[in-house]
């Protein structure tokens, strides 16, 4: 019974945001995310623990998921199925990055302006994909499809800086550290310590490493499986955005970039 009123309880606490909650599909919902983000299966006594729902309750939940296929039963412990991402994929099938970003982008440049960029991994470089110009009479553009050098871009770092541990060992490999000046990463070991850098702090700087005279600013955006699928950057002339401007900046482009991730199902409370 205790665990029941604790149960109603909670709900009751949700219910103060919104009176038309209703309870079984809060739970089902519930119990569907917490399938998602486990990496092994969980048994009905394991969910009701973590959620203090009663056993019978979960019981018919997860049976009725079973019934329409959004979670399987082996030896008698559930996971999800292949089936939920019908419904995370229903919701962006006509919508990509650029459209999932672009209010973003927008909110960015007006806040900042300067020009704002958002790039994806090809290969072993980034390219552009989308650019919103910077209201300043002297700007930076450049055009769309245009690649970049992991090594020498924020963009580059943001990403490779999240990859996998194999997938960024390959494509560190595969860099050639051409020095465009004395700002450019000279090296693999360079290179693997400014990733450590960029990891902790969660955005990354190019510090006119290609181009002198250019600073840029950047910061992953992540899906669902915490996956670097693109970066965003602001990119400005190095005297309207200085070395001492970075960490501020740093932060206000991994809070936008955390905008789009979001779109895309990130949790960055779920590892």
């Not at 049976?63 to 994929?89: C, F, H, N």
């Not at 700007?139 to 690649?147: M, Q």
């Not at 990119?235 to 955390?258: C, I, Q, T």
Request: aromatic share 10%.
């Amino acid at each position: 019974m205790e665990q029941i009123m604790n149960n109603v309880d909670d709900f009751d606490k949700d219910r103060e945001s919104n009176k038309y909650l209703i309870p079984n599909i809060a739970r089902a919902l519930r119990i569907l995310e917490f399938l998602a983000r486990v990496k092994e299966e969980a048994s009905i006594a394991q969910i009701s623990e973590n959620f203090n729902y009663p056993k019978n309750s979960v019981f018919r939940v997860l049976k009725t998921l079973e019934y329409y296929g959004y979670v399987e039963e082996t030896s008698r412990k559930y996971r999800a199925t292949p089936r939920m991402l019908y419904l995370g994929y229903a919701g962006m099938r006509t919508k990509g990055i650029v459209e999932n970003s672009i209010d973003v982008m927008h909110s960015l440049r007006d806040e900042i302006n300067e020009t704002i960029l958002i790039g994806t991994l090809l290969g072993n470089q980034v390219v552009i994909i989308e650019q919103l110009p910077s209201f300043q009479f002297i700007k930076f553009t450049a055009e769309i499809g245009r690649r970049i050098m992991l090594h020498a871009s924020a963009p580059g770092k943001a990403i490779l800086s999240y990859l996998p541990e194999e997938e960024q060992k390959n494509l560190v490999n595969q860099i050639t550290f051409t020095r465009y000046n004395d700002n450019t990463l000279p090296s693999k070991s360079a290179m693997m310590s400014e990733l450590e850098t960029v990891y902790k702090q969660g955005f990354a700087i190019d510090n006119g490493e290609e181009l002198k005279d250019v600073h840029c600013v950047g910061a992953p955006i992540f899906d669902y499986r915490h996956y670097p699928i693109a970066a965003i950057w602001i990119v400005g002339p190095d005297y309207r955005l200085p070395s001492d401007m970075f960490s501020e900046v740093g932060e206000l482009v991994k809070s936008h970039a955390m905008k789009i991730s979001r779109r895309f199902g990130y949790d960055p409370g779920q590892s």
